[in-house]
């Protein structure tokens, strides 16, 4: 990831949806072309991925951040 693509991750400004592995933002907030992340799914490095860390992060942080 480049330094703005991690910097918005770590903002919860988008999210990886653990079953799907798509890229998903904000409603409301910028889009990914906005944020200039051209990748829209992680299918690609699914048997590198950790399942249960993806699952925490999208529950626990980018889905609380889109229920406020």
Do not use: C, M
């Not at 990831?1 to 409603?27: C, M, Q, V, Y």
């Amino acid at each position: 990831l480049s330094a703005s693509a991690h910097r918005s991750f770590d903002a919860n400004l988008w999210g990886i949806n653990p079953n799907t592995l798509k890229l998903e933002t904000l409603p409301g907030g910028p889009n990914l072309e906005r944020l200039k992340i051209n990748v829209r799914d992680l299918k690609r490095f699914e048997n590198k991925l950790n399942r249960e860390a993806l699952e925490y992060r999208y529950k626990n942080l980018f889905l609380k951040k889109f229920a406020s």
